[in-house]
């Protein structure tokens, strides 16, 4: 009877040594692929800063051929013809 | 019996003894020994927390964190040491023969060869797949806007530990706040320093850092940085300043100074360009000053703005005569005309009638002397002289701005005091904290003390207009618009006097006047195209004014 029940243990051991490896690896693989996600977020926060910065539209704009804006000139209400009927 | 007692008597020695030795080791050496044991066992290992971001004020990354990595070589799995360095060094931007040096000191196993390389070259190194070449996590700050408001931000340097601290600006005095908390793993090794899979192990997550969200908008900087650029170049200026506040919360919407450096690559650049001029450096005002006096008398009631003071010429105090700029003497002129004109003679007019309490009140009151609280690191605050000290040529001059100190950010503060009804604000850069989970913590603006009524200030507002209006400057002020403004001319106290070929031109300003968007001082240091701040200071100014005009769209009357 002792050495069957002592068999029994170890295969319970075993496969629950075995469970808790798998399980660990599965804790593993998961802790891995919350890096790679977030070191990929964190890529694609560098890359949204970077593209909408002042500078990077600053470019573009010129690229596209606008300018910066023309001197604004405001004239008084006095200069202004509101009524050019009679 | 003798002997007995004397066996007795040793043998209680030693118990005693043995009792003492036991309390040091247990007790009073437990902690050491508990801590040299647990460095036999356990393995620890840093879990970096995360810097927190700057953030503009429209939700866009000022400063964040970038991907990097610690380079490093294991010197005895490397199979060829020079054919090694001549694949690795042009990536890492290094000389092959200096790397190849470095990595045949046989007294090391594990040689750092670049700190902070981002992804992308940590790529180019990975696809070697070289023997030998490891890499660990380094995050490295990373500025989209570039060098934009570099003084303002500060950087991100080594401590004597090599750990990564703020130094200087938003980085040096939120360093707690940005840093976060580092965790660790515990895990217990083996004889040969492996990890134990199945041993015992504990877990301190880290606290990655906050982030600041600023009252900064990037818009309005890049106006202020491109418009200084250009006019310091105009002007010939040694250097220049331009801080622009909102007069009512004390939230800095744009600081700029030049010359200035870039915090992504601080190292080359001299320390004495760290400090921000604005917060850390102090100049005699000049003429810009006089509206904190004109505003005091007028709260005191002892002038208005259609008081009369004679000014038939140079006046005497003392053995010192005082005179007015353009040295021309209008006779009877109103207060209105003192700011109009900058009479010199006007002002030591005001400082008379409020005499030596009422200018010394005056200038504590206005917050001279001390720390504005603004949440920058470096600031300093110019010391007042003791009341005791201020002699009567002292009282007159610094009526009108000279022979005292101020930094910028006390004189805009001070002014803004006049922008928003007599309110002494605590000017602000960071709007809000917010912490991992998103909660936020707003930075409530802060209010010192109130300085004047707001009929004083209504009035004074009005002076101001006039200044500018009917002032030297009048010819650059944008139409339509109701700006309050001041020039100021300043000479620069050199080995006990003044340099008369060297001023500080400068303008501070509010608009629209009645209800201000914005309150900005611009300083130029040793401009050489025209001494004056009214050519100098003033006309850029307005072109800034124009600017953010536009950029709000305030539209003119």
Avoid: C
Avoid at chain 2, 23 to 45: C, E, F, G, P
Avoid at chain 2, 199 to 209: A, I, K, Q, T
Avoid at chain 2, 254 to 279: L, Q, T
Avoid at chain 2, 321 to 329: A, E, L, M
């Amino acid at each position: 009877m002792a050495p069957i029940l002592v068999v029994l243990f170890v295969v319970v051991e075993l496969l629950v040594t075995n469970e808790l490896a798998g399980f660990g690896r599965k804790v593993a693989e998961a802790d891995r692929s919350i890096e790679a996600v977030s070191e990929e977020n964190q890529l694609l926060n560098e890359k949204i800063a970077s593209l909408s910065s002042l500078i990077t539209i600053d470019q573009k704009a010129r690229e596209f051929g606008m300018t910066t804006t023309p001197v604004v000139i405001t004239m008084g209400g006095e200069d202004v013809a509101f009524h050019l009927q009679p | 019996m003798g002997r007995i007692w004397i066996v007795f008597s040793i043998l209680s020695l030693l118990y005693a003894l043995l009792v003492v030795r036991l309390y040091y080791w247990q007790v009073i050496r437990s902690s050491s020994l508990r801590l040299a044991a647990a460095s036999q066992y356990n393995l620890t290992l840093p879990l970096p927390s995360q810097r927190g971001s700057i953030i503009a004020f429209d939700g866009k990354n000022v400063v964040l964190n970038q991907s990097a990595y610690l380079v490093f070589a294991e010197s005895k799995k490397i199979v060829s040491i020079a054919s090694f360095s001549d694949s690795v060094a042009p990536i890492l931007e290094k000389e092959s023969k200096d790397l190849s040096a470095l990595l045949s000191d046989s007294s090391r196993v594990w040689v750092p060869i670049g700190h902070k390389v981002e992804a992308s070259r940590v790529d180019q190194l990975k696809n070697l797949k070289l023997t030998g070449l490891g890499f660990e996590k380094e995050p490295k700050r990373y500025y989209p806007e570039s060098s934009m408001a570099a003084h303002l931000v500060g950087f991100v340097g080594s401590d004597e530990n090599g750990k990564d601290t703020g130094y200087f600006g938003l980085e040096g005095f939120y360093n707690r706040e940005l840093a976060g908390k580092d965790g660790e793993l515990v895990i217990e090794k083996d004889i040969r320093g492996a990890p134990i899979l199945i041993g015992e192990s504990h877990r301190v997550e880290p606290e990655d850092g906050r982030s600041l969200v600023l009252w900064l908008d990037r818009t309005v900087q890049r106006i202020v940085e491109r418009r200084l650029s250009e006019g310091v170049a105009k002007y010939g200026a040694k250097e220049g300043s331009i801080v622009v506040m909102d007069p009512k919360t004390g939230g800095i919407l744009a600081m700029a100074s030049m010359p200035s450096y870039d915090p992504a690559n601080f190292g080359e650049f001299s320390r004495e360009f760290y400090k921000n001029p604005i917060v850390a450096s102090t100049f005699e005002p000049g003429s810009i000053f006089k509206v904190l006096i004109m505003a005091a008398g007028i709260d005191a009631g002892l002038v208005t703005p259609s008081t009369m003071a004679d000014e038939p010429g140079p006046i005497r105090v003392g053995e010192y005569f005082i005179r007015t700029w353009d040295d021309k003497y209008r006779g009877m002129i109103s207060m209105t005309d003192v700011l109009v004109h900058s009479s010199n003679v006007g002002m030591v007019f005001v400082e008379k009638k409020l005499g030596r309490e009422g200018m010394l009140k005056a200038l504590h009151n206005f917050g001279l002397g001390e720390f504005t609280g603004i949440d920058l690191q470096e600031e300093a605050a110019a010391n007042l002289r003791k009341d005791s000290e201020w002699g009567e040529i002292d009282l007159a001059t610094a009526s009108f701005g000279q022979g005292i100190a101020v930094t910028p950010i006390q004189m805009v503060r001070a002014v803004a005091a006049i922008a928003n009804g007599g309110s002494l604000v605590v000017p602000r850069v960071v709007k809000e904290i917010r912490d991992m989970t998103g909660k936020t913590f707003a930075m409530k603006p802060g209010k010192t003390r109130t300085v004047l009524s707001p009929s004083s200030a209504r009035i004074m507002t009005e002076m101001m207009i006039a200044a500018v209006d009917r002032g030297e400057a009048k010819w650059a002020k944008p139409k339509g618009y109701r700006i309050a403004g001041k020039t100021g001319t300043a000479q620069i106290p050199v080995s006990g006097h003044y340099d008369a070929t060297k001023t500080i031109a400068s303008f501070v300003g509010f608009a629209p006047a009645d209800d201000p968007r914005f309150i900005m001082l611009i300083t130029l240091r040793e401009p050489s195209s025209s001494p004056w701040g009214s050519e100098t200071a003033a006309p850029l100014f307005f072109t800034i004014a124009k600017d953010l005009l536009s950029y709000y769209s305030i539209a003119p009357e």
